[in-house]
């Protein structure tokens, strides 16, 4: 199993900046897929972005392409979302997610970090 925590949430103003990281411990962290997800009140969870387990190949929702980036720091342990130009809209709680074998994600759920953009 591993276990995923996540931090860097906060409350920022429109056009702002903020940067999300997920912690990984349990197990090793580059043999899993990574994923960051969100869900915002009365919405179902939504897929934001994700990344490799060697961190060459990324992907993202159309919503937030151009805006946020994943990365990875295998030796750290930690996936990061670098989320800038943020909208209102982009509020939400945010949630990673690993998966050992695939960008499926049904396992593997960090408790989430709130994100709250003012306008």
């Known amino acids: 199993q591993v276990q995923l925590v996540e931090s860097g949430g906060g409350l920022v103003q429109a056009g702002g900046s903020l940067r999300l990281s997920c912690a990984a411990s349990g197990r090793t962290f580059s043999n899993y897929f990574m994923g960051w997800f969100r869900q915002a009140p009365g919405k179902e969870r939504e897929f934001v972005a994700r990344?490799?387990?060697?961190?060459?190949?990324?992907y993202y929702t159309d919503s937030v392409k151009g805006r946020f980036t994943i990365s990875r720091d295998n030796a750290k342990n930690t996936v990061y979302l670098q989320m800038n130009s943020l909208r209102p809209e982009d509020t939400a709680g945010y949630y990673c997610?690993?998966?050992?074998?695939?960008?499926?994600?049904?396992?593997?759920w960090g408790q989430g970090t709130q994100v709250t953009v003012s306008s």
């Open positions: 997610a690993a998966d050992p074998n695939s960008y499926r994600f049904s396992n593997y």
């Open positions: 990344i490799n387990r060697s961190g060459s190949s990324t």
